[in-house]
């Protein structure tokens, strides 16, 4: 029948990228959990392997001059062009979120000297409320919070420096106006940095063409780079010369071989890097890079429209009537690539569900999110995870 998973999976133009993902253990039934971290390429260990067993081991300290030195600037510019809609020379990776984090908001910061205030939410992701609490002490800043990223526009003003937001919400997954934020930031004369760990590799994104000031985001969920791969940072072209970011490391400085007295950094975006690299780890995001690029973003994001919609039919037809409150938009206009669902028992229930093979994460106060990764998630495999949930409960 037309809407069953099996006709879903045969039908699916991506359906042929489940097979270039290494397989999962024989006790898992479906792994929806790739929001969280995606499922590792074949091509990320084929990667890491020739990296160890030819560069490294061959090559030893000559990689460097073979390449290494320019890899976070050299992939972050094929990053832009396939997945973030930004032009060469503009993304760098190297450093986890969290400190790339902290280093675009202090340089934004430091733009805006006039200014002391922080507009943020209070659902935005712990590391975002968290580090932006922390500058804002060590600045003598203020932070604006506000219950919900509708309400921004409400509190911007003439004492608004930055504006930092999640693009897309870490537990609903609803989709925040990235284009009418960053215009109205502007308008009120502050900047603009966008976390897009749970849009990257999952959602169309235009950095350029909306103006975006900064950007930040992982690439081990959607991108399938890896546990604990190198995120990336994103620095508008026309901001580099000023943005001056606070860990001066020698990987920063212009003609970093000199090894010369006194910082001068450089004056683009590899002026954001602070220590060597973690070139084992790029290997990996390289992989999952390339497997979104060839894939198309595009058709990454008609998949996911079309998985998290199914999710919500099966919510709708086997788990309201058990109880279960839908977390996540039903609009996919304004959902990402994951469905969260609600039920007072979660967090018992969430421990079940993995014993018996559905891999998902629990996420306080009640929710259980769905990663649904288009490239690794199969429908017949999403029936199976609800299926299993539902008997859990039942």
């Known amino acids: 029948m037309p809407h069953t998973a099996e006709h879903r999976d045969t039908t699916d133009p991506l359906r042929d990228y489940r097979d270039r993902f290494l397989p999962a253990g024989d006790d898992v039934i479906a792994y929806l959990d790739g929001n969280s971290l995606g499922r590792p390429p074949k091509a990320a260990l084929e990667k890491i392997q ?57 340089a934004a910061m430091a733009m805006r000297p006039d200014r002391r205030e922080i507009v943020t939410d209070r659902r935005n992701f712990p590391t975002d409320r968290y580090l932006v609490e922390g500058i804002a002490a060590e600045l003598g800043g203020e932070v604006r919070w506000v219950d919900d990223v509708s309400e921004v526009p409400g509190v911007l003003g003439p004492r608004t420096a930055v504006v930092t937001l999640s693009h897309v919400d870490y537990w609903s997954a609803r989709i925040a106006d990235l284009p009418g934020i960053t215009r109205q930031a502007h ?46 940072a994103y620095v508008r072209r026309d901001h580099q010369g000023a943005a001056r970011q606070p860990i001066w ?87 990402g690539g994951h469905v969260t669902i609600r039920h007072p028992g979660a967090r018992e229930l969430a421990p079940k569900l993995i014993e018996a093979g559905v891999l998902i994460d629990f996420r306080a106060p009640d929710g259980i999110r ?13 029936r199976d995870a609800m299926d299993v949930l539902r008997r859990t409960l039942s």
């Open 50 to 106: 020739y990296l160890v067993g030819q560069q490294w081991a061959g090559r030893l300290i000559r990689g460097w001059a073979e390449g290494w030195v320019d890899l976070p600037t050299r992939l972050g510019d094929r990053l832009g062009e396939a997945v973030l809609g930004a032009a060469p020379g503009q993304v760098v990776l190297g450093e986890s979120t969290s400190v790339w984090l902290y280093k675009v908001l202090r």
């Open 370 to 382: 769905l990663g649904l990764s288009p490239l690794s998630t199969g429908f017949a495999e999403l």
């Open 187 to 232: 308008e009120a004369g502050a900047l603009v940095v966008w976390d897009l760990c749970h849009s990257a590799g999952v959602l169309p994104l235009s950095l350029d063409a909306h103006g975006v000031d900064f950007a930040v985001g992982c690439t081990y969920k959607f991108l399938c780079g890896g546990p604990g791969a190198p995120a990336f």
């Open 249 to 335: 490391g020698w990987f920063g400085r212009r003609d970093l071989f000199e090894m010369a007295q006194g910082y001068e950094g450089q004056p683009d975006v590899r002026g954001m890097l602070s220590g060597t690299p973690p070139v084992v780890g790029l290997a990996g995001v390289e992989a999952g890079v390339e497997l979104v690029a060839e894939a198309g973003i595009g058709r990454i994001r008609e998949k996911a429209i079309a998985l998290t919609g199914y999710a919500v039919q099966l919510f709708d037809d086997w788990l309201a009537p058990l109880g279960f409150e839908l977390g996540s938009p039903r609009d996919a206009a304004v959902r």
